[in-house]
């Protein structure tokens, strides 16, 4: 009888957990015969999710079928609704009908969203860079703003946040806004504050040079149309509000049997099994482990992508009972984007400074242009051999 894996979400760990998977029956000699992959995803597409925040969104989305097409994965598109875990089956909506899929191991990679606290008006007028299809709306938003809609207020002044401020003066002077006004808030007192030190004087640098506003102190209290209120009572008249403050973990999550952390993540073994539970697996942004044994994973593509290597390697040893991968990662990085003006690299999770400004923005460019994404051929090996479980050298440096 054929087994099935059953991977949910094709995003950084789903795509890589199912060519993972495939390498390794391929490697095992094992056919699709007697071990089945298959991948649920909502979309067609693996959404090169980080670079959400640019101008231009062409080439962010990979066609699922390029990749899992040459490697023999099915892909199933529909919408995972439900996980029952002792009948070991998948809940989820597809051509207007409910369906199930039974399993006999899972991996759950369905990511997180964008946090969105009730606060009045921001669901209806916020806009976002969390999905594809949400940028495109605010591109498309920003194209069809007048001359007197020039302020944009960014909220939240993480690294999503940062990003999306930083490239929003550019965006808009290409919309025609000779004077754009970009206004970038956070609870914290210091935007960038959490980067550290040396990180933090480069983003005031970059700020400045492009002209954005930070405004530490802020709690928005509502937003509308026209701008948002701010619990001073202060009023920020802006026609284009950009939510950027917190994830969460898919609230899937919740349909495990097992205590998730304050974010909601699951938490799982370093062989990527869900802590306690014999048939289920976690990777990416819904998962956490500590990934050196002392710090914990964080919510991003640079764990995200071994997580699903391993994920999908360690799945098919514990089906075909073979001993599994753990995972460490001993380095950890931050590059992060500061538009025109360059980016900045930290090293570690002191995050010291290794460079900045346009030798930071060519580390910036290749890793969101060139080696996050999964191969392109269409060559069954190149795919395959791509998602070999082990762990990448840090991102190349220059300066
Ligand atoms: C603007 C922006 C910039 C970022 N910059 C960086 C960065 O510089 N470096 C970094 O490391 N990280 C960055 N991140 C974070 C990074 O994008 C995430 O950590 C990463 O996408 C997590 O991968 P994942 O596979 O867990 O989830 P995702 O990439 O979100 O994939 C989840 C998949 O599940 C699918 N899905 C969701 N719900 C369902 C459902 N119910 N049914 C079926 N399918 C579903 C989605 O369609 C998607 O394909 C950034 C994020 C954003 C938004």
Redesign the pocket.
Known sequence: MTQRIVV????????WSAIGAARALDELGVGAERVEIVV????A???I?????EADLDGTRVGLDSVLGPIGVRRLE????GIDVAGRTVA?DANGASQSIAYDRLVF????R?AHPPIPGLAAHAFD???YAA?SRLNAHIARLGPDQSTVLVVGGG??GI??ATEMPGKLRAAGIAAPRVILADHAARIGADMGAGALAVIEEALGALGVEPRGGVSVASVDAEGATLATGERIAAATVVWCAGMQA?P?TAQFPVERDRLGRLPVEPSLKIKGLAAEFA????AWFLVDGVHCS???????RPM?RFAGHNVVCDLLDRPMLPLRIDWYTT???LGPWGAVYTEGWDRRLVSQGSAAKRTKEI?NRERIYPPRSGNRREILDAAAPTVQAPPVRFG
């Open positions: 949910l979400g094709a995003g950084f760990a789903g795509l649920i995803d909502k979309t597409w693996h959404s999710r980080v670079r959400n925040y529909g919408e995972v609704t989820y990679a369905l990511g997180s964008l860079v969390d999905t940028a690294l999503t990003e999306a898919h899937l990777a990416g942004d819904a964080v919510m991003s593509c640079q764990h995200g699903g590059i992060l984007d890793i």
